[in-house]
């Protein structure tokens, strides 16, 4: 596993130097691997069959419309915005999902509770059926986009009733997402391709939108359809 991890050239310095040169190249790989990873803080669960890490947005009620079942959570039809108790600014966001038949939904990252909506804080990572949702017409609106804001390949997701994989990097201004292993969007905020989108956008009106350094994980729930989630964690990016 740990040769497996090793980038190609350092992997290719340690098969053809002999003896204890090999060695010396494999101690040096093992320090930089170990160097890299320690740039990350520990993976957290974010959901544990229990919604002790969530609260509703704006409010201190329990959320509304969510099921817990099989370690699961679920909601079929319109329910309230989720949205961490804890706030995250450098962070990997990892979770699976599955999107019911016309389903619609996202997941928000740096949101903040200064407006009526987290979307009008918070930047987009897009859960869609993408062959039958209403939400489909354009290409920046697919699943895995970061909303309004990058044009995933259509086939990157896998058909309704399917497991999804997804990957949020937020690391200051350099936003990645990720969808089953295939890279959907890349940003950093602030750049002129960047402000290009936004002016573009219905992000506009909102002059905080995707300006904080910190905020809620938010999961949207305020939009009709089945959505499916497990396997939700997070680390710190140091």
């Known amino acids: 596993m740990f ?29 930089i691997f170990q160097s890299a990873d ?10 544990d069959g229990n919604l002790d890490a969530w609260r509703t947005y704006k409010s201190g009620a329990p959320p509304e419309k969510w099921e817990i079942k099989d370690g699961i959570l679920t909601k079929d039809g319109n329910a309230s915005d989720l949205i961490s108790k804890e706030e995250f ?18 997941v928000f990252y740096r949101g903040t509770e200064e407006y009526n909506a987290i979307y009008w804080s918070a930047p987009e990572y ?11 017409k354009r290409p920046d609106h697919l699943a895995g986009a970061l909303y309004e804001f990058s ?10 009733g399917e497991w999804n994989q997804t990957r949020i990097i937020a690391k200051g201004n350099h936003i990645e997402h990720w969808l089953n292993g295939m890279k959907t969007g890349e940003f950093e905020i602030g750049s002129p391709e960047w402000n290009a989108k ?16 910190k905020g809620h994980i938010g999961i949207q729930g305020n939009h009709p359809g089945l959505l499916a ?3 939700i964690r997070i680390r710190e990016l140091l």
């Open 3 to 31: 040769f497996s991890s090793i980038t190609p050239p350092l992997r290719a310095l340690m098969i053809y130097l002999p003896g204890m040169t090999q060695i010396l190249a494999l101690l040096l790989a093992a320090f």
């Open 38 to 47: 320690q740039k990350a803080g520990p993976w957290k669960s974010l959901f």
């Open 89 to 106: 600014g450098d962070f990997e966001l990892e979770l699976e999902w599955k999107i019911g038949e016309a389903g619609n939904s996202g």
């Open 126 to 136: 897009q859960l869609l059926d993408n062959l039958k949702a209403s939400d489909n």
């Open 151 to 160: 044009m995933p390949p259509p086939d990157a997701v896998k058909p309704v």
């Open 198 to 213: 936004l002016e573009a956008s219905k992000f506009k009106v909102w002059p905080n939108f995707a300006k904080a350094k």
């Open 229 to 231: 989630l497990r396997n």
